[in-house]
């Protein structure tokens, strides 16, 4: 296993260097093979591992790399650690990212920086495997961080568009926040167990419990605080409520981005950060009720937002963050098992709907608006089936409990963890959960039915005019077609007539869809029920899992009604009386106003942060900088100097006695100082 693991961490790592230094002088293609086959081969090789786990054949064990640091008793090597957890987050994360850098061969196929783009996802997804391989908390700090600058990187790859770096500065330094209260985590954590081991700190943490320590001048529970520093570096990575605004900016990056960052993986190394210190948040009763208050809070929060946009692809983000908030507050109730199930369905899913939103963009000349779509199920067939396959998954589809979609197994196991729990903000989250679950279907139901029925909406685009008119400018000159679409269609689409993407693009759709329609089915008794499977990577609260089990049927018939509710209620709103959305919103202008305008949290941020901040930058800037430090500093020392050379200008008259009566003065003061001495 040590060659493999070598091979699947450092293998993207190198095809990254090869990509991006040799750019455009290996040119497209090679940086392409590179990459992508560099990411198929740590695939192929993750998936024996997971199996491997699954079957129980396996053992936890650390793969030495190098010696890193040894500083009194700070010590750390670079090592890598696989066990059942690091297995799950392998298969998830290679196998988005092979198909993500497949898909992106097609997606990309026209942009001009095609190596610099291919070896930002190659780096992105070292980073993520060195976070979720670490053996030690500064380890995992270093991939933490590695995440944050590719997803920078990502996220403003079209750096000429002033959206995209804005986006991409307001993701930075969001996570810059949350990364402030992980790191002081860590140090919280080596002053208190003198280790930054993970494995030596989950083993001591049990006895640390209901001990003190000193922070902000107050006595406070010493593991309270390390996991509540700890979790405000998860929230901020997993885009929980209060640092959650950079998540639906980031959609400004290029849509294979938004699949990778924002399904599978940056956004889940909170979730994986909480399951691996399991042991640790155990111990902190309140740690474990905030983690479940703010995953509830997130998951409402995110669903309500959901249901306004227009934007395809932030209503997958809200729902990703929506999604984010399930297993939070799954690990917030202890149902560890269940929150990491969660995480593995949903990278499928999620990915495939992302993607297969990229599918419907390109098929639409980059035109993201639904209000703008319809009727596309007869024009992108495959698309059409695939995004399907993704929505039944996420609203949790199942047949007669013979048969589920992905979702169905990992959410229900949620909902029924939290009403288990017993606890009061277990049960909060279980009803919070429920009505999400209502809201999840209804915006999910919402994309299929505005993007794929009703009639062609096409004409109203000033994205597909220009289309159109590249179209026909290009039959002018001989042409037949457009790269994006064709012309001469009958149908009152103004002459543009949508087409399917090309099967690069197709194949990772199919294959993901896969994943989503089985992965719950084939999954599940390992993931919620095995303590054997986990073999001691998570916490695993046996008495919850019976608990799970045993919970009422109205418990385990609620998340298929709302399903069914949310379905109606969007089928009534869009396919059967389409007028009734407008209808809504001029009854409830504020409540819409409201979600539409994402709780007005940027707003808010902007007064209370942004301003300020800026407005004590100028500060500094006109009033200390140029007004102190430069006046007297350097503009003030080449003042002297100027004033200087004007006065020893005038004393160079040129005239000769004028010097001579300078020498005379100049000798009467020195006999008169030796005098005087």
């Not at 509540?228 to 290029?254: C, N, R, V, Y």
């Not at 399907?388 to 047949?399: E, F, H, K, R």
């Not at 719950?520 to 303590?531: K, R, T």
């Amino acid at each position: 296993m040590s060659s493999s693991i070598l091979i699947i961490v450092f293998g993207p790592l190198l095809a990254s260097i090869i990509a991006g230094l040799g750019n455009r002088a290996i040119g497209n293609v090679p940086a392409k093979v590179v990459t992508t086959g560099a990411l198929f081969l740590s695939c192929a090789l993750s998936w024996p591992i997971f199996l491997s786990f699954v079957g129980g054949s396996a053992e936890a064990s650390v793969v030495p790399v190098l010696k890193w640091v040894q500083s009194g008793t700070l010590t750390f090597d670079w090592t890598l650690r696989v066990d059942t957890l690091t297995a799950i987050m392998l298969v998830v994360i290679t196998s988005v990212s092979s198909l993500v850098h497949l898909y992106s061969w097609g997606y990309m196929d026209e942009d001009p920086d095609q190596p610099r783009f291919f070896a930002y996802l190659s780096l992105f997804t070292f980073a993520m495997l060195m976070l979720v391989t670490a053996d030690n908390l500064v380890q995992m700090f270093f991939g933490w961080e590695g995440v944050g600058l590719a997803s920078y990187l990502l996220i403003g790859f079209w750096f000429k568009k002033p959206s995209a770096c804005a986006a991409a500065i307001k993701a930075f330094v969001v996570n810059r926040v949350g990364d402030l209260g992980f790191m002081l985590g860590i140090f919280g954590t080596y002053l208190v167990f003198q280790t930054t081991s993970i494995p030596e700190i989950l083993e001591a943490a049990p006895g640390m419990a209901g001990s003190t320590i000193g922070f902000l001048g107050m006595r406070l529970d010493t593991m309270t605080i390390l996991c509540l520093l700890l979790f405000i570096g998860a929230m901020g990575k997993s885009a929980q409520l209060g640092l959650h605004t950079w998540l639906p900016d980031a959609m400004e990056g290029p849509t294979p981005v938004s699949a990778l960052i924002h399904a599978a993986t940056m956004v889940t190394a909170g979730v994986f950060m909480v399951c691996r210190l399991s042991p640790m948040f155990e111990t902190s009763d309140v740690a474990m009720t905030v983690v479940t208050i703010v995953g509830a809070a997130t998951c409402f929060f995110a669903a309500t937002v959901g249901t306004t946009q227009w934007d395809i692809k932030r209503v997958i983000a809200y729902s990703t963050c929506s999604q984010l908030g399930y297993m939070f507050f799954a690990a917030g109730v202890g149902a560890y098992g269940p929150a990491m199930f969660h995480l593995f369905t949903h990278a499928f899913f999620k990915a495939l709907l992302f993607l297969g939103a990229g599918s419907v963009i390109h098929a639409m000349h980059h035109e993201q608006d639904m209000r703008y779509y319809g009727g596309l199920r007869k024009q992108i067939p495959i698309t059409f089936w695939v995004m399907m396959a993704g929505t039944l998954a996420i609203t949790g589809v199942g047949i007669l409990g013979v048969f589920g979609f992905a979702g169905f197994y990992s959410k229900d196991a949620i909902l029924e963890a939290a009403f288990a729990s017993g606890s009061e903000h277990g049960q909060l989250a279980f009803f919070v959960g429920i009505f999400a679950a209502l809201l999840t279907s209804f915006y999910s139901w919402r994309l299929m039915f505005l993007t794929f029925w009703g009639k062609p909406r096409w004409e109203q685009s000033e994205h597909i005019q220009h289309a159109v008119h590249d179209a026909h400018g290009h039959a002018d000159h001989g042409h037949d077609e457009h790269a994006h679409g064709h012309h001469g269609a009958s149908d009152g689409t103004a002459g543009y007539h949508p087409h399917e993407s090309p099967w690069v693009m197709l194949i990772p759709l199919l294959l993901l869809s896969v994943g989503a329609v089985f992965a719950g089915y084939l999954f599940a008794p390992s993931f919620i029920d095995s303590e054997a499977f986990w073999n001691g990577s998570i916490f695993f609260d046996e008495h919850l899992i019976h608990a799970i089990h045993g919970v009422p049927l109205w418990v385990k018939l609620a998340p298929a009604a709302v399903m069914l509710t949310g379905l109606f209620l969007a089928w009534n709103s869009y396919i059967r009386n389409p007028a009734l959305p407008a209808a809504f919103v001029a009854q409830f202008r504020q409540l819409h106003a409201f979600l539409y305008n994402k709780w007005y949290f940027d707003e808010l941020y902007n007064f209370l942060f942004v301003r300020p901040a800026f407005w004590l930058g100028n500060l500094f800037w006109k009033k200390g900088d140029i007004g102190i430090i430069d006046r007297f500093g350097p503009n003030g020392a080449a003042w002297a100097v100027v004033q200087g050379s004007r006065f020893a200008q005038k004393v160079q008259s040129g005239y000769l006695y004028s010097y001579a009566l300078v020498m005379l003065l100049g000798l009467v003061a020195a006999i008169s100082w030796v005098m005087v001495r």
